[in-house]
Protein backbone atom coordinates (compact mmCIF):
# COMPACT_ATOMS: atom_id res chain seq x y z
CA UNK A 1 0.00 0.00 0.00
CA UNK A 2 1.55 3.31 -0.87
CA UNK A 3 1.06 6.76 -2.86
CA UNK A 4 1.77 6.45 -6.27
CA UNK A 5 2.79 10.11 -6.94
CA UNK A 6 3.93 8.95 -10.66
CA UNK A 7 -0.26 8.70 -10.78
CA UNK A 8 -1.01 11.93 -10.42
CA UNK A 9 -1.66 12.62 -14.58
CA UNK A 10 -3.72 9.74 -14.77
CA UNK A 11 -5.57 11.11 -11.84
CA UNK A 12 -6.07 14.34 -13.44
CA UNK A 13 -7.32 12.95 -16.24
CA UNK A 14 -10.12 10.38 -14.21
CA UNK A 15 -11.50 13.59 -12.80
CA UNK A 16 -11.64 15.33 -16.35
CA UNK A 17 -13.56 11.93 -17.53
CA UNK A 18 -15.91 11.62 -14.94
CA UNK A 19 -16.73 15.50 -15.45
CA UNK A 20 -17.01 14.78 -18.98
CA UNK A 21 -19.08 11.05 -18.73
CA UNK A 22 -21.56 12.11 -16.18
CA UNK A 23 -22.06 16.19 -17.48
CA UNK A 24 -25.21 16.63 -14.32
CA UNK A 25 -25.29 16.24 -10.76
CA UNK A 26 -25.21 12.92 -8.48
CA UNK A 27 -28.85 11.88 -8.72
CA UNK A 28 -28.70 8.32 -7.61
CA UNK A 29 -25.19 7.69 -9.27
CA UNK A 30 -23.06 5.15 -7.45
CA UNK A 31 -19.42 4.24 -7.32
CA UNK A 32 -16.86 2.00 -6.63
CA UNK A 33 -13.38 2.21 -6.37
CA UNK A 34 -12.00 -1.60 -6.39
CA UNK A 35 -8.77 -1.39 -4.83
CA UNK A 36 -8.51 2.16 -3.46
CA UNK A 37 -5.21 1.72 -1.29
CA UNK A 38 -4.69 5.72 0.13
CA UNK A 39 -8.01 6.59 -1.94
CA UNK A 40 -6.41 9.45 -3.80
CA UNK A 41 -8.15 8.66 -6.82
CA UNK A 42 -11.60 7.57 -5.71
CA UNK A 43 -10.97 10.63 -3.28
CA UNK A 44 -10.17 12.71 -5.68
CA UNK A 45 -13.09 11.30 -7.87
CA UNK A 46 -15.60 12.08 -4.99
CA UNK A 47 -14.72 15.74 -3.77
CA UNK A 48 -13.79 17.39 -7.22
CA UNK A 49 -16.48 15.97 -9.39
CA UNK A 50 -19.72 16.03 -6.82
CA UNK A 51 -21.06 12.91 -9.79
CA UNK A 52 -22.01 10.53 -6.92
CA UNK A 53 -24.45 10.24 -4.39
CA UNK A 54 -22.66 7.14 -2.95
CA UNK A 55 -18.65 6.40 -3.28
CA UNK A 56 -17.70 3.16 -2.18
CA UNK A 57 -13.66 2.41 -1.71
CA UNK A 58 -12.33 -0.80 -0.39
CA UNK A 59 -9.13 -2.33 0.23
CA UNK A 60 -8.19 -5.71 1.93
CA UNK A 61 -5.33 -4.69 3.89
CA UNK A 62 -6.14 -2.83 6.82
CA UNK A 63 -3.23 -0.22 6.81
CA UNK A 64 -4.65 1.17 3.98
CA UNK A 65 -8.06 1.22 5.16
CA UNK A 66 -7.46 3.47 7.95
CA UNK A 67 -5.31 5.75 5.93
CA UNK A 68 -8.53 6.08 3.24
CA UNK A 69 -10.65 6.74 6.01
CA UNK A 70 -8.79 9.10 7.38
CA UNK A 71 -8.09 10.90 4.07
CA UNK A 72 -11.81 10.30 3.62
CA UNK A 73 -12.58 12.32 7.44
CA UNK A 74 -9.83 14.50 6.67
CA UNK A 75 -11.82 15.88 3.06
CA UNK A 76 -15.85 15.81 4.84
CA UNK A 77 -17.33 14.20 2.11
CA UNK A 78 -20.38 13.27 2.37
CA UNK A 79 -21.73 9.69 0.68
CA UNK A 80 -18.34 8.34 0.76
CA UNK A 81 -18.16 4.73 2.85
CA UNK A 82 -14.43 3.03 3.08
CA UNK A 83 -14.76 -0.61 3.89
CA UNK A 84 -12.13 -3.21 4.22
CA UNK A 85 -12.93 -6.31 1.74
CA UNK A 86 -11.08 -8.50 -1.14
CA UNK A 87 -12.28 -6.65 -4.33
CA UNK A 88 -11.95 -10.21 -6.10
CA UNK A 89 -14.73 -11.98 -4.09
CA UNK A 90 -16.86 -8.64 -3.01
CA UNK A 91 -20.42 -9.75 -3.14
CA UNK A 92 -21.26 -6.59 -4.41
CA UNK A 93 -25.01 -5.37 -5.90
CA UNK A 94 -24.71 -4.91 -10.12
CA UNK A 95 -26.09 -1.36 -9.15
CA UNK A 96 -22.88 1.03 -9.73
CA UNK A 97 -22.78 3.41 -12.68
CA UNK A 98 -19.41 3.90 -12.47
CA UNK A 99 -16.46 1.34 -11.01
CA UNK A 100 -12.58 1.92 -11.13
CA UNK A 101 -9.91 -0.65 -10.87
CA UNK A 102 -6.27 0.04 -10.88
CA UNK A 103 -4.60 -2.98 -9.39
CA UNK A 104 -0.80 -3.37 -9.70
CA UNK A 105 0.10 -5.40 -12.47
CA UNK A 106 -2.69 -7.42 -14.26
CA UNK A 107 -6.66 -6.45 -13.58
CA UNK A 108 -7.77 -10.04 -15.26
CA UNK A 109 -8.13 -11.51 -11.34
CA UNK A 110 -10.75 -8.79 -10.55
CA UNK A 111 -12.70 -8.04 -14.06
CA UNK A 112 -15.40 -10.58 -13.35
CA UNK A 113 -16.48 -8.57 -10.23
CA UNK A 114 -15.88 -5.49 -11.96
CA UNK A 115 -18.36 -6.19 -14.48
CA UNK A 116 -21.24 -8.21 -12.27
CA UNK A 117 -21.39 -5.12 -10.06
CA UNK A 118 -21.99 -2.50 -12.85
CA UNK A 119 -25.24 -1.68 -13.88
CA UNK A 120 -26.26 -1.85 -17.56
CA UNK A 121 -24.68 0.93 -19.46
CA UNK A 122 -22.65 1.48 -16.78
CA UNK A 123 -18.66 2.73 -17.30
CA UNK A 124 -15.43 0.32 -16.01
CA UNK A 125 -12.39 2.30 -16.02
CA UNK A 126 -9.11 -0.39 -15.59
CA UNK A 127 -5.54 0.73 -15.35
CA UNK A 128 -3.05 -2.17 -16.46
CA UNK A 129 0.49 -1.92 -15.61
CA UNK A 130 1.52 -5.84 -16.31
CA UNK A 131 3.11 -3.89 -19.78
CA UNK A 132 5.70 -6.40 -20.26
CA UNK A 133 3.19 -8.78 -20.72
CA UNK A 134 0.46 -6.63 -22.71
CA UNK A 135 3.89 -5.51 -24.71
CA UNK A 136 4.85 -8.60 -26.18
CA UNK A 137 7.33 -9.21 -24.24
CA UNK A 138 6.20 -11.88 -22.42
CA UNK A 139 4.40 -13.57 -24.79
CA UNK A 140 3.68 -16.60 -23.36
CA UNK A 141 2.16 -15.03 -20.28
CA UNK A 142 -0.32 -12.61 -22.78
CA UNK A 143 -1.19 -15.94 -23.97
CA UNK A 144 -1.73 -17.11 -20.81
CA UNK A 145 -3.46 -14.15 -19.31
CA UNK A 146 -5.54 -12.52 -21.49
CA UNK A 147 -6.09 -15.70 -24.52
CA UNK A 148 -4.08 -13.45 -27.14
CA UNK A 149 -0.81 -13.22 -28.91
CA UNK A 150 0.80 -9.78 -28.65
CA UNK A 151 2.95 -7.36 -30.92
CA UNK A 152 6.18 -7.11 -30.01
CA UNK A 153 8.47 -3.77 -30.44
CA UNK A 154 7.80 -0.21 -30.86
CA UNK A 155 4.14 -0.83 -31.46
CA UNK A 156 3.96 -3.34 -29.01
CA UNK A 157 2.32 -0.59 -26.43
CA UNK A 158 -0.89 0.31 -28.56
CA UNK A 159 -0.88 -3.37 -28.78
CA UNK A 160 -1.49 -3.94 -25.50
CA UNK A 161 -4.35 -1.29 -25.50
CA UNK A 162 -6.06 -3.07 -27.88
CA UNK A 163 -5.41 -6.72 -26.70
CA UNK A 164 -7.11 -5.59 -22.94
CA UNK A 165 -9.91 -4.00 -24.54
CA UNK A 166 -10.14 -7.05 -26.89
CA UNK A 167 -9.99 -8.87 -23.19
CA UNK A 168 -12.76 -6.78 -21.46
CA UNK A 169 -15.00 -7.45 -24.88
CA UNK A 170 -14.74 -11.02 -25.04
CA UNK A 171 -15.33 -11.39 -20.78
CA UNK A 172 -18.60 -9.03 -21.33
CA UNK A 173 -19.79 -10.87 -23.63
CA UNK A 174 -19.84 -13.91 -21.96
CA UNK A 175 -22.39 -11.88 -19.23
CA UNK A 176 -24.60 -11.03 -22.39
CA UNK A 177 -23.12 -7.37 -22.37
CA UNK A 178 -21.05 -5.28 -25.20
CA UNK A 179 -18.65 -2.68 -24.83
CA UNK A 180 -17.98 0.81 -26.49
CA UNK A 181 -14.60 2.75 -25.57
CA UNK A 182 -14.64 6.41 -24.26
CA UNK A 183 -11.90 7.57 -23.92
CA UNK A 184 -8.92 4.34 -24.04
CA UNK A 185 -5.19 5.61 -23.81
CA UNK A 186 -1.39 4.49 -22.99
CA UNK A 187 1.13 6.49 -21.43
CA UNK A 188 4.29 6.06 -19.67
CA UNK A 189 4.34 2.35 -17.81
CA UNK A 190 0.41 1.95 -18.02
CA UNK A 191 -2.72 1.71 -19.75
CA UNK A 192 -5.83 2.77 -19.13
CA UNK A 193 -9.69 2.22 -20.39
CA UNK A 194 -12.42 3.56 -19.95
CA UNK A 195 -15.56 1.83 -21.46
CA UNK A 196 -19.43 1.92 -21.36
CA UNK A 197 -20.61 -1.92 -20.34
CA UNK A 198 -24.55 -2.55 -21.66
CA UNK A 199 -26.24 -5.42 -23.11
CA UNK A 200 -25.92 -6.41 -25.97
CA UNK A 201 -28.04 -5.74 -28.90
CA UNK A 202 -28.49 -8.60 -31.31
CA UNK A 203 -29.28 -6.37 -34.21
CA UNK A 204 -25.89 -4.70 -34.01
CA UNK A 205 -22.50 -5.16 -36.07
CA UNK A 206 -19.97 -7.74 -34.42
CA UNK A 207 -17.61 -6.24 -32.15
CA UNK A 208 -14.20 -4.86 -34.16
CA UNK A 209 -12.28 -7.72 -32.31
CA UNK A 210 -9.95 -9.90 -34.86
CA UNK A 211 -6.75 -11.48 -35.03
CA UNK A 212 -4.13 -9.78 -37.68
CA UNK A 213 -3.12 -11.87 -40.38
CA UNK A 214 0.50 -9.98 -41.73
CA UNK A 215 -0.39 -11.46 -45.08
CA UNK A 216 -3.44 -9.85 -45.26
CA UNK A 217 -2.94 -6.48 -43.07
CA UNK A 218 -2.60 -3.44 -44.81
CA UNK A 219 -2.28 -1.25 -41.95
CA UNK A 220 1.00 0.39 -40.48
CA UNK A 221 3.96 -3.04 -40.26
CA UNK A 222 3.44 -4.98 -37.52
CA UNK A 223 6.73 -6.42 -37.22
CA UNK A 224 4.73 -9.78 -37.34
CA UNK A 225 5.99 -13.22 -38.64
CA UNK A 226 2.55 -14.81 -38.04
CA UNK A 227 -0.71 -14.42 -37.14
CA UNK A 228 -1.51 -11.91 -33.54
CA UNK A 229 -4.16 -11.21 -31.64
CA UNK A 230 -7.19 -11.59 -31.21
CA UNK A 231 -7.00 -6.93 -31.25
CA UNK A 232 -9.77 -4.54 -30.83
CA UNK A 233 -9.66 -2.73 -34.24
CA UNK A 234 -12.37 -0.29 -33.48
CA UNK A 235 -12.08 3.20 -31.90
CA UNK A 236 -10.26 4.05 -28.56
CA UNK A 237 -12.08 7.09 -28.31
CA UNK A 238 -16.00 9.10 -28.15
CA UNK A 239 -15.23 12.07 -30.52
CA UNK A 240 -18.19 13.87 -28.12
CA UNK A 241 -16.54 12.89 -25.16
CA UNK A 242 -12.89 13.54 -25.95
CA UNK A 243 -14.98 17.35 -26.84
CA UNK A 244 -16.23 17.84 -23.50
CA UNK A 245 -12.64 16.89 -21.74
CA UNK A 246 -11.32 19.86 -20.14
CA UNK A 247 -8.40 19.57 -17.00
CA UNK A 248 -9.19 20.12 -13.71
CA UNK A 249 -8.31 23.02 -11.73
CA UNK A 250 -6.31 23.06 -9.57
CA UNK A 251 -4.71 19.86 -11.29
CA UNK A 252 -1.75 18.10 -10.34
CA UNK A 253 0.02 18.01 -13.99
CA UNK A 254 -2.20 20.97 -15.91
CA UNK A 255 0.13 21.49 -18.70
CA UNK A 256 0.51 18.15 -19.75
CA UNK A 257 -3.20 16.95 -18.93
CA UNK A 258 -4.51 19.78 -20.96
CA UNK A 259 -1.61 18.72 -24.31
CA UNK A 260 -2.82 15.13 -24.13
CA UNK A 261 -6.80 15.88 -23.61
CA UNK A 262 -6.05 17.94 -27.03
CA UNK A 263 -4.14 15.03 -28.51
CA UNK A 264 -7.22 12.72 -27.51
CA UNK A 265 -9.62 15.03 -29.13
CA UNK A 266 -7.76 15.22 -32.10
CA UNK A 267 -7.15 11.36 -32.82
CA UNK A 268 -10.60 10.52 -31.84
CA UNK A 269 -11.46 11.58 -35.11
CA UNK A 270 -9.30 9.20 -37.11
CA UNK A 271 -10.62 5.55 -35.57
CA UNK A 272 -8.10 4.16 -37.22
CA UNK A 273 -5.75 0.87 -35.25
CA UNK A 274 -2.14 1.61 -34.83
CA UNK A 275 0.07 4.45 -36.45
CA UNK A 276 2.72 5.55 -38.75
CA UNK A 277 6.17 6.71 -37.85
CA UNK A 278 7.96 8.99 -40.30
CA UNK A 279 11.31 7.88 -39.54
CA UNK A 280 10.64 4.12 -39.89
CA UNK A 281 8.59 4.73 -42.90
CA UNK A 282 11.79 6.42 -44.56
CA UNK A 283 13.98 3.46 -44.00
CA UNK A 284 11.77 1.01 -45.27
CA UNK A 285 11.84 2.84 -48.36
CA UNK A 286 15.28 4.27 -48.58
CA UNK A 287 14.34 7.81 -48.21
CA UNK A 288 17.45 10.08 -46.99
CA UNK A 289 15.72 11.67 -44.42
CA UNK A 290 12.07 11.26 -42.76
CA UNK A 291 9.38 14.09 -43.93
CA UNK A 292 8.09 15.85 -40.46
CA UNK A 293 4.60 13.91 -39.20
CA UNK A 294 2.70 18.03 -39.75
CA UNK A 295 3.49 17.25 -43.56
CA UNK A 296 2.29 13.70 -43.42
CA UNK A 297 -0.94 14.60 -41.63
CA UNK A 298 -1.24 17.29 -44.28
CA UNK A 299 -0.76 15.26 -47.52
CA UNK A 300 -3.04 12.78 -46.29
CA UNK A 301 -5.59 14.72 -45.49
CA UNK A 302 -5.32 16.55 -48.75
CA UNK A 303 -5.24 13.41 -50.48
CA UNK A 304 -8.98 13.00 -49.12
CA UNK A 305 -7.74 10.74 -46.14
CA UNK A 306 -8.32 11.21 -42.10
CA UNK A 307 -5.00 11.63 -40.54
CA UNK A 308 -3.94 13.16 -37.21
CA UNK A 309 -1.10 13.00 -34.96
CA UNK A 310 -1.17 10.82 -31.32
CA UNK A 311 -0.82 10.48 -28.11
CA UNK A 312 0.57 6.91 -28.20
CA UNK A 313 4.23 8.30 -29.54
CA UNK A 314 6.13 11.25 -29.83
CA UNK A 315 6.19 12.60 -33.69
CA UNK A 316 3.90 9.51 -35.05
CA UNK A 317 0.47 9.54 -36.86
CA UNK A 318 -2.13 7.40 -37.57
CA UNK A 319 -4.45 7.31 -40.65
CA UNK A 320 -7.58 5.60 -42.32
CA UNK A 321 -5.12 5.84 -45.63
CA UNK A 322 -4.18 1.99 -46.36
CA UNK A 323 -0.22 1.84 -46.07
CA UNK A 324 0.11 1.91 -49.74
CA UNK A 325 -1.29 5.49 -49.83
CA UNK A 326 1.15 6.39 -46.87
CA UNK A 327 4.16 5.23 -48.52
CA UNK A 328 2.96 6.67 -51.82
CA UNK A 329 2.76 9.99 -49.43
CA UNK A 330 6.07 9.23 -47.86
CA UNK A 331 8.27 9.47 -51.68
CA UNK A 332 5.98 12.83 -52.74
CA UNK A 333 7.02 14.60 -49.82
CA UNK A 334 10.37 13.18 -50.20
CA UNK A 335 10.73 14.50 -53.88
CA UNK A 336 11.08 11.54 -55.41
CA UNK A 337 7.61 11.65 -57.15
CA UNK A 338 5.06 9.59 -57.97
CA UNK A 339 5.33 5.82 -57.02
CA UNK A 340 5.25 3.05 -60.03
CA UNK A 341 1.10 2.26 -58.96
CA UNK A 342 0.64 5.76 -59.78
CA UNK A 343 2.71 5.82 -63.21
CA UNK A 344 0.74 3.04 -63.84
CA UNK A 345 -2.72 4.19 -63.16
CA UNK A 346 -2.25 7.33 -65.16
Known sequence: MFYNAAMALDRDLSVAFVRAAFPEGPGDRRAWEMLAATGARGLRIAHETRRFADVLLTERVPA?????????????LFGVRVEAADASVLAAPAAFDYVDLDPFGSPAPFLPAALAALRPGGVLAITATDMMVLAGVQRGAAERRYGSTPVR????PEGGLRLLIAYVAREAARRGSGVRPLLCYLHDHHVRLHVRVAPADPTDAPPPVARIDP??????????????????????????????????????????????????????????????????????????????????????????YAAAR??????????????????????????????????VRA
Not at 153 to 156: A, E, F, K, S, Y
Not at 250 to 258: F, G, H, K, L, T
Not at 314 to 335: M, Q
Open 64 to 76: AVAVARANADALG
Open 153 to 156: GRLG
Open 215 to 304: GTWTGPDLGLAGAAGPFWLGPLFDPALTDRLVAPEPAARPREAARLIAAFREEARVPAPFYYEPNRLAGGLGLAEPPAPDAFVAALRQAG
Open 310 to 343: THARAGAFRTLAPRSAVEDAARRLAGIGHSQNER
